[in-house]
């Protein structure tokens, strides 16, 4: 029988001389370049993502500051369009109680009404 030490050179020596010691130093590098390709892969499309998303997150953002403006604006008009519509439901109910008095007159209707007041024959 032979050796022990005599059989690990052998083995080393023939792994050395048939290229085997460079086979596996060549594996373990590749393997580690294809994780760290895969980490940049990944991490670029996880930029991209990133990236996407505050686009689209800007883009919201600019849409509910529109659609913000847009409501106070509509509010507004609101208020303005309810206190002329009062107003005028007043004036309206000022008139039919001046046409209801027993005591009315066309020269009276005409002067609450107005001279400007289109229709009202003092023009």
Not at 61 to 84: V, Y
Request: hydrophobic share 45%; glycine share 6%.
């Amino acid at each position: 029988m032979a050796d022990p030490s005599t059989i690990a050179a052998t083995i080393l020596g023939s792994f050395m001389a048939g290229g085997g010691l460079v086979a596996i130093v060549n594996a373990f590098a590749k393997r580690r370049t294809v994780k760290v390709d895969a980490a940049a892969r990944l991490s670029d499309e996880t930029l991209k993502w990133v990236n996407e998303f505050q686009d689209n997150a800007k883009e919201a953002r600019t849409e509910s500051l529109a659609a913000r403006a847009e409501a106070t604006e509509a509010h507004a008009q609101m208020r303005a369009i309810r206190a002329e519509a009062e107003w005028l439901a007043a004036q309206l109910q000022q008139l039919r109680r001046a046409i209801l008095d027993p005591n009315a007159t066309l020269e009276r209707l005409r002067a609450m009404v107005g001279p400007d007041y289109p229709g009202n024959g003092m023009t």
